[in-house]
T-cell receptor, first 110, second 113 residues
Framework: DADVTQTPRNRITKTGKRIMLECSQTKGHDRMYWYRQDPGLGLRLIYYSFDVKDINKGEISDGYSVSRQAQAKFSLSLESAIPNQTALYFC?????????FGQGTRLTVV | QKEVEQNSGPLSVPEGAIASLNCTYSDRGSQSFFWYRQYSGKSPELIMSIYSNGDKEDGRFTAQLNKASQYVSLLIRDSQPSDSATYLCAVRAGSGGYNKLIFGAGTRLAVHP
């Protein structure tokens, strides 16, 4: 089993719908991250969390919210999805050094 | 100015040649630097990490760091077609324990037979 698991792997949703992307990890890391990837733009940080009570906005947090339900779980929500949120989303964990990534969630908003 | 900058490429090299990938960063206090490889549609995987000035070698890969110039590079010797991928430079930036991992946009490498 993967150390960092994202669900769903693929999702198509309609404009205006609420959607949640989930991430769970078995690495025991405190730090968890959500990134978004668009062609030619690399990985852009949406939110990051250093522990259950410590959540921070990244460079592109508008339109997104997160919940750190436990050390092992970090969810990303789009309250009202819009087409320009169509992208590949990655969850990652770390202990302060390198990051370990989930398999990614390909989200399409139509 | 972006925090981490890379040339988007594509960088095209013949099989067997040396591929040189470059990255600059803006936070002078950054302490940790990473190179990730990403195949299309897949998640990034770590190739190299480097923390101090100089060179670090691992097989066909060499990472080079120059903190005074805020520059980090990755050399791939004896390039193979299987090296064709996007290479992401990542920098751990921020003060104290509140640092975060920031990625460049990536350089696409194409190794042709």
């Amino acid at each position: 089993d993967a150390d960092v698991t994202q669900t769903p792997r693929n999702r198509i949703t309609k404009t205006g719908k609420r959607i949640m992307l989930e991430c769970s990890q078995t690495k025991g890391h405190d730090r968890m991250y959500w990134y978004r990837q668009d062609p030619g733009l690399g990985l852009r940080l949406i939110y990051y969390s250093f522990d259950v009570k410590d959540i921070n906005k990244g460079e592109i947090s508008d339109g997104y919210s997160v919940s750190r339900q436990a050390q092992a779980k970090f969810s990303l929500s789009l309250e009202s999805a819009i087409p320009n949120q169509t992208a590949l989303y990655f969850c990652a964990t770390s202990e302060g050094g390198e990051a370990f990534f989930g398999q990614g969630t390909r989200l399409t908003v139509v | 100015q972006k925090e981490v900058e890379q040339n988007s490429g594509p960088l095209s090299v013949p099989e067997g040649a040396i591929a040189s990938l470059n990255c600059t960063y803006s936070d002078r206090g950054s302490q940790s630097f990473f190179w990730y490889r990403q195949y299309s549609g897949k998640s990034p995987e770590l190739i190299m990490s480097i923390y101090s000035n100089g060179d670090k070698e691992d097989g066909r890969f060499t990472a080079q760091l120059n903190k005074a110039s805020q520059y980090v590079s990755l050399l791939i010797r004896d390039s193979q077609p299987s090296d064709s991928a996007t290479y992401l430079c990542a920098v751990r930036a921020g003060s104290g324990g509140y640092n975060k991992l920031i990625f460049g946009a990536g350089t696409r490498l194409a190794v042709h037979p």
